[in-house]
């Protein structure tokens, strides 16, 4: 028998996320363990085309409209995937809860006690294990970013505002114990090293 934790990773544009996410699916598939996989703002049918509506880079929506755009989002998520999976199987996800207060909160000024009110609500059967916040140099970020061959509208944001919400996440990871910086300007082996030992401890200890 082995555990089944929620585990997220989190992190703005080019800090690792994806890279970190495909070596754990790896090891997972090589270990034969049961997980899902899910990405926010997408994950089921419904997400991702809430995903395409916001992210399209033609959107110009409100960045409220956005907010609960994204929340319906992880609502449909919560609801048609990560509930029926629950403690059944790993559940791996790409940004939750705190992309939205780093973003919509850090970055965007808009009401933390209005972004938790409805977070927590969303939330409130699911305990979050661990999260992987993984950051970047905002000078690797617009190296990574420049790489990248189709932008969406969160792709584009300036420098200053990728550093807001790098220090928000930063903030949401303080002194907590199930949370591990990763730091993406570090040697990659070394991380993918760090990362895979933590996700062996969590499923099997
Ligand atoms: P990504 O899937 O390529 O990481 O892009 C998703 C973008 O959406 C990214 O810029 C972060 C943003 N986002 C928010 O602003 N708030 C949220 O709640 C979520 C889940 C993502």
């Given at each position: 028998m082995y555990k089944k934790p929620i585990i997220v990773f989190e992190g703005i544009e080019g800090s690792g996320k994806t890279t970190h996410i495909k070596n754990v699916l790896n090891y997972l598939k090589k270990k034969k363990i049961k997980f899902i996989n899910l990405r926010e703002?997408?994950?089921n049918k419904n997400s991702e085309l809430i995903r395409k509506f916001i992210l399209n880079k033609k959107s110009d929506l409100h960045i409220v409209s956005d907010l609960l755009l994204y929340l319906a989002a992880r609502n449909e998520n919560i609801n048609k995937i990560i509930k029926k999976n629950y403690k059944k199987k790993v559940i791996i996800i790409d940004r939750f809860v705190d992309s939205t207060i780093a973003?919509?909160?850090?970055?965007?000024?808009?009401s933390l006690k209005f972004i938790n009110l409805i977070n927590d609500f969303l939330t409130?059967?699911?305990?979050?294990?661990?999260t992987f916040l993984n950051t970047v140099s905002i000078n690797n970020l617009k190296i990574r970013l420049k790489k990248r061959r189709n932008l969406n509208k969160?792709?584009?944001?300036n420098s200053y505002f990728y550093t807001k919400v790098q220090k928000g996440y930063l903030k949401l990871a303080?002194?907590?114990?199930n949370y591990l910086i990763v730091n993406?300007?570090?040697d990659i082996s070394l991380n993918k090293k760090i990362i895979i030992n933590k996700i062996e401890k969590l499923i099997f200890n």
């Open positions: 703002p997408g994950g973003y919509q909160h850090y970055g965007m000024n808009i409130k059967d699911l305990n979050i294990d661990y969160y792709d584009t944001f303080k002194n907590k114990k993406s300007d570090k």
